[in-house]
């Protein structure tokens, strides 16, 4: 008999799509009532997770289920400028606190000018949800639970997990010791979200094994990919902030006082790069010693 730690690839990945098709089903309403933006944040983490799961296996699913995470990931690009604004706007308190007395009134205007934009980020969101697409998608998905689990596969489905996902793990760490590595505080942003993105997927596939099996051992390695993947989405966060921000003063619609206030933000914002770079560089070195 097969344990629980060691049923088959294919089970697993069949029952963890599964739960993150339940998780992506469940948060719809809390998005349609917009009172929780974290309801839109889980909606896009089970989405991240089934297409991180779905390219990790791609060299043997079967083909249209190998593509399958192209459709979930244009779903997520969807939801893309809603989850920026909602990051952004949970910032607003904070800045508010610091930001000097004479630039408060541009600090509400921008306030205004955001919380605009997240109001037709938000109604675009809810297209995406009404749309055929979104429709087409779901029965896909539902489609395919409702196939056996071996059918998914052309090879290695009935490997035990364990066997199936060591290779891969290893592959993956590899890959993220040479990128971390590299890394200095001159590291372009567009590099360090290259790493972020690799950082995700082996948290991913972490995850994965952990949740379908009984093996505890991957607790501590998963904490500190969310330590590392936390520096890098607060790099990340704050260049597209920055993106924004110098958008908003390209665009000339914004009085003296809301300009002033940008500016004061987009030091700030470059700041916050910056002391985020320096963070990972410091934190670099004991990381490659933990995962030698």
Known sequence: MISVKEKPLAQAAHHYLASQLAVVEAEEAGIRDDEDPECLHRFRVALRRSRALLGELKDCLVPELAEFRHRLAAIARGTNACRDADVFLALLPEWSGVLPDFLQPGLGRLEAILRQRRQSAHAEVMDLLQSAEYRSVKQAWHHWLAQPAE?????????????????????????????LAAVTDETPAQDL????????????????????????????????????????????????????????????????????????????????????????????????????
């Open 151 to 179: 059918a998914w596969f052309v090879t290695d489905g009935r490997l035990p997990l364990s066997k199936a996902l060591e290779p891969r793990i290893r592959r993956r760490l590899r890959k993220l010791r040479r990128r």
């Open 193 to 292: 979200h290259r790493l972020r993105i690799q950082v995700k997927k082996l948290r991913y596939l972490l995850e994965f094994q952990a949740a379908e099996s009984d093996d505890g051992r991957r607790g501590d390695a998963i904490a500190g990919l969310k330590r590392l993947q936390n520096v890098l989405g607060r790099h990340h966060d704050a260049a597209e902030q920055f993106s924004w921000l110098r958008a908003v003063l390209g665009e000339g619609e914004v009085d003296p006082e809301t300009a002033a206030a940008v500016g004061w933000l987009l030091a700030d914002r470059h700041r916050a790069q910056r002391r985020s770079a320096a963070r990972l560089v410091k934190k670099r070195k004991k990381l490659l010693r933990r995962w030698a």
